[in-house]
Structure formats: structure tokens, C-alpha cells
């Protein structure tokens, strides 16, 4: 089975502190995606890399960036963490081989709180 | 902008019930669509998918139903049990596009 991993699944940081999430994949997956989950919200996706060092932004990349020097590892970074970025942060990879067709495999989600 | 949404917040069914979920999207360009189960304290777990060459899709217990004239998708899960209890998103995807856009999720309370 297709297993992502997340670090943490609960983090609390002070505003204006630099955070980093940190997602493993372990099936060779092309594709890696950061999104965050706000109630009443839905999905909502942050970046995305569709190759080692390669990101393209989102929907709302706006207080985020993003790593990945390695195909198994996707890192969201939060430069300067705020109290609007509380919310459960979601990793998932895929392996779209140009269908469009492949589903996404998530994590268990990092819910991070900001004070 | 494309989003995907769905009728109801809510769908409360007794137990051995069939429950039908509904969602509404917007991009006529989407021609994939997922449904996802997220249960408490887990990432959402793909359930079915379906083209947009078929209208229908049947998995163990599940079927997705796509009309493309009105843009409506939706999910039917047969003798409901309370292991079905979970949020619901549905999901939609244009070929060769990477991004996945989600509806906001419909809660699925099964009562014994």
C-alpha cells in the first residue's frame, strides 16, 4: 500500500516563527501536494511539485513555500507563521503519468495551531 | 473561478439505509471525478472514480453516477453501516491538469 507520511500530527508555534512540515512518500510518486483543510472550506491547495526541485504554486501559496530536493520528500515551509494559518495541513502524492486520471493518496494530516 | 460543491452539509441515514450524496460542479472542462471518504483523524481515502466518457461506476456498495448536462455528480452507498459515518468529498480533475479541486464536504452520520 501507498503510504504518506507526515511528521507531526499536532503542532503548536508562536506567530512569526518559521515552521516546517515535512511528507514522505514511499511509492516513487512523480507528484506531491500541500493542502489545508478548513472547516465549511473544503481542500485547498497550497503548492505542488510535479518533480524533484520543480513547485508550481496553488490556490492560496500567499505565507508558504515549499521544498523538494528529493522525489520522496515534499516540505511546506511557513516563513513567518500567523494566526489565520491554523488549520490542518494535509500532504498527498499521485502518480499522474499525464492522464489526468490518478487519484491522490494523503497523509494523516498535521493540524497545526498558531498562538 | 472552477469549484465543486455540494447540496447538503449534512446526511443523516439509519443504519442498512441506502445514502445518496450530491455534488455540483462548475468547470465543463473536468472530465475526471473522485469521490473521497475522510474519516476522524485520517486523510481522505480515495472510494471510486469515474471518466467523463461514462455515467456510471460501480464499486463494492458504491456508485457514482455522472450527468454531464447538468454538471451533477453523485455518490450512492448501499445498505449504509456505521463504518460508512465519515466526510465526504467529492473531487474533480482536467486531463493533464495536476490540480485537484474539492468540494467543501458533506458529513455522513449513520444511526444504529
Known amino acids: 500500500d501507498v503510504k504518506v507520511t507526515q511528521s507531526s500530527r499536532y503542532l503548536v508555534k508562536r506567530t512569526g516563527e518559521k515552521v516546517f512540515l515535512e511528507c514522505v512518500q514511499d511509492?516513487?510518486?512523480?507528484?506531491m501536494f500541500w493542502y489545508r483543510q478548513d472547516p465549511g472550506l473544503g481542500l485547498r491547495l497550497i503548492y505542488f511539485?510535479?518533480?524533484?526541485?520543480?513547485?508550481e504554486k496553488g490556490d492560496i501559496p500567499e505565507g508558504y513555500s515549499v521544498s523538494r530536493e528529493k522525489k520522496e520528500r515534499f516540505s511546506l515551509i511557513l516563513e513567518s507563521a500567523s494566526t489565520n494559518q491554523t488549520s490542518m495541513y494535509l500532504c498527498?502524492?499521485?502518480?499522474?503519468?499525464?492522464?489526468?486520471?490518478?487519484?491522490?493518496?494523503f497523509g494523516s494530516g498535521t493540524q497545526l495551531s498558531v498562538l | 473561478g472552477e469549484s465543486v460543491g455540494l447540496h447538503l452539509p449534512t446526511l443523516s441515514v439509519q443504519e442498512g439505509d441506502n445514502s445518496i450524496i450530491n455534488c455540483a460542479y462548475s468547470n465543463s472542462a473536468s472530465d475526471y471525478f473522485i469521490w473521497y471518504k475522510q474519516e476522524s483523524g485520517k486523510g481522505p481515502q480515495f472510494i471510486i472514480d469515474i471518466r467523463s466518457n461514462m455515467d456510471k461506476r460501480q464499486g463494492q456498495r458504491v456508485t457514482v453516477l455522472l450527468n454531464k448536462t447538468v454538471k451533477h455528480l453523485s455518490l450512492q452507498i448501499a445498505a449504509t453501516q456505521p463504518g460508512d459515518s465519515a466526510v465526504y468529498f467529492c473531487?474533480?480533475?482536467?486531463?493533464?491538469?495536476?490540480?485537484?479541486?474539492f468540494g467543501a464536504g458533506t458529513r455522513l452520520f449513520v444511526k444504529a
Open positions: 498527498a502524492s499521485s502518480s499522474d503519468r499525464g492522464s489526468g486520471n490518478e487519484k491522490l493518496f
Open positions: 511509492m516513487d510518486h512523480e507528484n
Open positions: 473531487a474533480e480533475k482536467t486531463a493533464g491538469g495536476f490540480k485537484t479541486i
Open positions: 511539485s510535479y518533480d524533484v526541485k520543480m513547485k
